[in-house]
């Protein structure tokens, strides 16, 4: 079973940034396309932005520009460098296949974002 380890959260002013990271516990985004998801309260979990396998990134329209996502297969580990922040996007962050759910790894526990004054 595929461990994902999401870390880097904390609490940022607006305008800040943060870099996420997600460990996984194997190999797999050379097979796989993976994604950052982000979920607030009471909301449904959405799809931040995502990197092909070959390593093509999108993004939703209201982080391009600001988010950049990339990975290490060496180390088997996303990334997701986060800058301009909102407090809007105080969101707890995921990473996981960027696909269809039946395709998808057990979620890990997040990482929280929080951005306030």
């Known amino acids: 079973q595929v461990q994902l380890v999401e870390s880097g959260g904390g609490l940022v002013q607006p305008g800040g940034s943060l870099r996420l990271s997600c460990a996984a516990s194997?190999?797999?985004?050379?097979?796989?396309?993976m994604g950052w998801y982000r979920q607030a309260p009471g909301k449904p979990r959405e799809l931040a932005a995502g990197i092909t396998v070959g390593g093509s990134p999108r993004y939703a329209d209201s982080v391009k520009a600001r988010f950049t996502i990339s990975r290490d297969n060496t180390k088997n580990t996303l990334y997701l460098q986060m800058s301009s922040l909102k407090p809007e996007e105080t969101d707890r962050y995921y990473c996981?296949?960027?696909?269809?759910?039946?395709?998808?790894?057990?979620w890990g526990q997040g990482t929280q974002v929080t951005v306030s004054s």
């Open positions: 194997i190999s797999i985004f050379s097979i796989n396309a």
């Open positions: 996981n296949v960027d696909g269809s759910s039946r395709y998808q790894f057990s």
